[in-house]
């Protein structure tokens, strides 16, 4: 199972490049690893000699989330869909879209992951696990249906669907943390085998779970967003909206019934919603002129229907709902692709502008016919097996009470009734004469489509009649799944083409009866059935929900946003006094401990500290009150060199320097004291916060100190630095190795905030590397202001930079200092990387002493001798060390060990002597790479950037031309 999930991951990474270089015939390529995994779960089918043990690989064991996949007969038949349909769908979509198309070689990689994550879906074992998968089909469906981003409907439909599903899939987050908790495993399987007792706990845990469930198969209330989401390419919704993603929903409602079908909340929800979902859906596919809302509102009808067979709890009516889950998939998918290929050779979809199409495209015509007789449930079809054997099933089910079972007997039949009604009205407004003697205007202007694009769809249709020829065979295969649940006295039937006369049968002739007089009634007068207006629409309650969450937030911005710093940081230390004291006066603490100085420096410290600190409040210079506010950072440093922590005090030291240098490089853009209008006198309600939110801080802090019963894990952390990763400097070990997690997070984050201090400097300009010396002396050289041939600087000049700086501004100490110390720094910065295992340092110390080594060659030589100390995008250092970094935490799973677990080796080389190698130093690299790229990122937005950005400056761009521009307008 892991291999298949692999081998369709690699397909959809390399996709993009195998689409590109052999164009649309490049998804039979992609459809090959569907294929593969195809054959691999028919070939290891669960009961067989084959059969896959389940597989376990150790992840994050202290969050429970262990990667533990288990192929069982329900997680087979759904493997078989995704897989078998998917590759069906890639060979349609080589004919589908044409090479020009943009994206689709994006497209191509989209769908073989979405095919990915719906295999790891219904294969996991562990729902948390099973959570990340249900949420990565979410994101690819959003990437998926709004695949025409050009068109406002594609990317309204793209977030309607997304926030849908999202919203759902956060409600079963918190159902599976509360069943987790309750049950004490996160394992399906053991949940299944030993479910909690009934209460009102699990009764929300269960509600929960159920509505990421129903919002996911588009059941009632949550129904709207899958007709909008036809705004999807038609590939998209044979795949995603017939076989794949609305089938995870009842994926899980069929994976959970077993232990909670008899819960009332359960028989509400599922059964009761389900049964609505069925007539809605049915009756709004009546309406629709549109062959793909018809499918669309019919497949809404349809997941109604099997979520109620499914979720019924009984083990010949779950019999039914597997045959019906294979057969929808089936007949689907086929009509679906076929609405594609009608789209394709006529440019319309529209009912009224189709006449006599099955007389131009008969093999369409009858493709479509035998898949709508599927979907209608006439017999020698697997439709008719499943919608037989549902009929039987329920009206003997004993889970029900004898009311219940008849009403949804009854809605059963009226929902088949309306099934048949609309499949006819699809296959009549497709291909129907209606009355005319010429084919219409789209028809008669259409193209035939190539034999190979009509393959998927003539075999998905194929398949479905077949499979009800062969029904009996099937059915063994879908029979351990039924056996786990009850079968209520009634034995296990096989499924079968024909059970003789009875209650199935005269149900079924009633459907034919009663659908063909709808269609005709509604073929009739369909205007006036639906000229009224419904009472309750869920799209538009869902504008509605949108335009309140939007006035609501607007309203608690305007109050608590109003584009003064003052007010926000006011309320956000107003929050940080209010809820921790709060909680402190409601008793959660009630001792505290205090300790004084150690030492006479402490105190000199702290005071420097406090004093500088008072005058930041008081001065009205702005780089002076930088200034100060950097002597706290430093004394902070200088405490912990004082209680033993050199390694903090070097980051310290190191922050606070960097800090200080963006600082300076933003208020050179400033007045130096603020204007006499804009400064505001003594605020007594500012103090009073400040003095507060102090006063707050040291009181938890005290609690704090207190708060601890246990030997503080700190006394043990030496050791186990030395024993589990290796090395003997703590901090370093903490950092990137036992609490690796965290620290591939912050980075995450930092690299976020150097993307947004760019996009907010260059604004909507592409940013590349700094300029360069070169493309400097292309357009001016050193010191020349006419129009001349340029003068190429002195290349014996060591900051060649420093020749295109106005001479004002150059300083030879410091650039005679640079020379002497940028290697040193350099080589210091390798230093501080290497050792950072076994002594003060690290990749984050390193990276930070990298990048002041940059900062200093930059305020020596100016942007351009920027670019020649690191000719680099910063985004190529963020990207390279992120992929270090991330690369490093998944490569241990492959060797079965948990994410970021570290190894050492130990060799001799020559010359170097015995070397200890640690695994995690590949982490700390793409840490050091990160932090380089963070300070080059700065430096290009705050430091470059701003250069150019003078009164007569052009508005946008950084580029060398500009610079000469306003050079050149300014000597004038």
Aim: hydrophobic share 55%; with cysteine.
């Amino acid at each position: 199972m892991i291999a298949v999930l692999t081998a369709l991951a690699v397909c959809a990474l390399i996709a993009p490049g195998v689409i590109r270089v052999l164009g649309t015939r490049g998804f039979y390529v992609l459809a090959l690893a569907p294929l593969g995994g195809l054959i691999w779960v028919l070939s290891h089918w669960p009961g067989s000699d084959r059969a896959p043990a389940m597989q376990t690989i150790t992840w994050v064991p202290s969050l429970h989330m262990d990667i533990v996949m288990r192929m069982d007969t329900l997680s087979a038949i759904l493997s078989v869909l995704i897989l078998g349909v998917g590759t069906l769908v890639l060979c349609y979509c080589a004919h589908y879209f044409d090479d020009a198309r943009p994206r689709v070689q994006v497209f191509g990689g989209e769908m073989v992951a979405f095919a990915a994550a719906m295999f790891g879906l219904v294969t996991s074992d562990n729902m948390l696990v099973l959570y990340i998968f249900w949420e990565l089909t979410t994101v690819l469906s959003f990437m998926l249906v709004g695949f025409y981003r050009i068109r406002a409907t594609a990317r309204r439909s793209a977030t309607q669907a997304l926030l849908v599903t999202t919203f759902g899939g956060l409600a079963m987050l918190v159902g599976i943390i509360m069943l987790g908790e309750r049950t004490g495993s996160y394992l399906l399987s053991d949940l299944v085998a030993n479910p909690p007792s009934a209460g009102v706990y699990v009764d929300i845990a269960v509600v929960l779970l159920l509505i990421g469930a129903l919002s996911k198969s588009a059941i009632v209330p949550f129904h709207f967003w899958l007709p909008g989401a036809m705004a999807a390419p038609t590939p998209v919704s044979a795949y995603l909206h017939a076989a794949a993603m609305v089938k995870a929903g009842v994926y899980l409602v069929a994976r959970l019934a077993p232990a909670f079908a008899p819960l009332l909340s359960w028989q509400v929800l599922v059964i009761g919603l389900g049964s609505v979902t069925m007539v809605l859906g049915g009756w709004r596919s009546l309406r629709e002129l549109d062959l793909k809302l018809i499918l669309a509102f019919g497949t809404v009808s349809q997941l109604g229907f099997m979520t109620v067979l499914v979720g019924m709890g009984d083990a010949n009516v779950a019999m039914a709902g597997l045959t019906m889950l294979v057969a929808h998939a089936l007949f689907k998918a086929s009509l679906f692709m076929v609405v594609g290929i009608i789209d394709h050779a006529t440019g319309t979809r529209d009912i009224r502008k189709l006449a006599r199409l099955g007389h131009r495209l008969p093999v369409l015509a009858v493709t479509a016919a035998v898949a709508g007789a599927s979907m209608a449930g006439l017999p020698f079809t697997f439709g008719f097996v499943g919608k037989e054997t549902a009929f039987g099933s329920v009206w003997e089910t004993g889970s029900l009470q004898p009311w219940q079972r008849d009403t949804v007997d009854i809605v059963l039949l009226i929902g088949s009734i309306i099934t048949f009604a609309y499949t006819c009205r699809f296959l009549w407004g497709a291909f129907g004469r209606k009355l005319r003697p010429l084919p219409s205007r789209a028809v008669a202007k259409m193209h035939p489509p190539t034999p190979m694009f009509l393959f998927s769809p003539i075999l998905l249709a194929a398949l479905g009649v077949v499979s009800g020829f062969i029904s009996g065979w099937i059915g063994h295969w879908f029979e351990p799944y039924a056996e786990t649940l009850p079968d209520y006295g009634h034995e296990l039937e096989h499924l079968a083409m024909w059970h003789g006369w009875g209650l199935p049968v005269y149900f079924s002739i009633v459907v034919i009866v009663g659908g063909t007089v709808l269609f005709l009634v509604v073929r009739a007068l369909r205007e006036r059935i639906f000229s009224f207006k419904p009472l309750i629409n869920a799209d538009r309650i869902y504008d509605a929900t949108l335009r309140g969450a939007d006035t609501l937030s607007l309203m608690m911005t305007r109050n608590t946003q109003r584009g003064s710093l003052p007010v926000t940081q006011g309320i956000i230390l107003c929050t940080a006094i209010i809820l921790p004291t709060t909680m402190l006066f409601l008793g959660s603490r009630d001792r505290l401990e205090a300790s004084g100085f150690e030492s006479a420096t402490q105190a000199v410290i702290a005071g420097i500290m406090a004093a500088a600190a008072l005058a930041t409040v008081v001065l009205r210079n702005r780089l002076a009150a930088t200034l100060t506010v950097g002597i706290t950072g430093y004394g902070c440093g200088a405490l912990f060199a004082l209680y033993g922590a050199p390694d903090l005090a070097l980051t310290q030291f190191l922050v606070e320097t960097l800090t200080l240098v963006i600082f300076v490089l933003v208020l050179r853009k400033l007045p130096a004291e603020p204007e006499p209008r804009h400064a505001t006198a003594f605020k007594p309600l500012r103090a009073l916060i400040g003095l507060a939110f102090g006063v707050s801080i040291v009181l938890i802090g005290l609690f704090a100190a207190a708060a601890r019963t246990g030997q503080p894990v700190s006394i043990d952390l030496p050791a186990a630095a030395y024993d589990f990763g290796h090395g003997a400097n703590a901090v370093n070990v903490l950092l990137v190795d036992i609490r690796a997690w965290d620290t591939l997070g912050e980075v995450s984050v930092l690299i976020v905030a150097a993307t947004g201090v760019a996009s907010m400097v260059f604004r909507n300009r592409r940013f590349g590397a700094a300029p360069r010396v070169a493309d400097a002396t292309r357009l001016y050289g050193p010191n020349h202001d006419d129009d001349d041939d340029p003068i190429p600087p002195d290349r014996t000049t060591w900051l060649l930079g420093s020749e295109f700086r106005d001479p004002r501004h150059r300083s030879m100490v410091l650039e005679a200092t640079t020379r002497l110390i940028f290697p040193t720094m350099v080589v210091l910065s390798v230093y501080f990387f290497y050792a950072g295992h076994n002594s003060p340092g690290g990749g984050f110390a390193g990276g930070l002493t990298m990048g002041l080594a940059l900062v200093l060659r930059y305020l020596a030589g100016g942007r351009y001798e920027l670019g020649e100390a690191l000719p680099v995008e910063p985004g190529t250092f963020l990207g390279a060390g992120l992929l270090i970094s991330a690369s490093t935490a998944v490569a241990s799973m492959f060797l079965g060990a948990p994410a970021l677990s570290s190894a050492v080796f130990e060799i001799t080389v020559p010359v170097l002597g015995h070397i200890k190698l640690v695994t995690a130093l590949f982490f700390d690299l793409g840490i050091y790479l990160i932090v380089i790229g963070l300070v080059l990122d700065v430096l290009r937005s705050l430091g470059a950037r701003l250069d150019v950005e003078g009164p007569d400056a052009p508005e946008a761009g950084s580029t060398v031309a500009e610079a000469v521009a306003a050079r050149r307008a300014g000597d004038r």
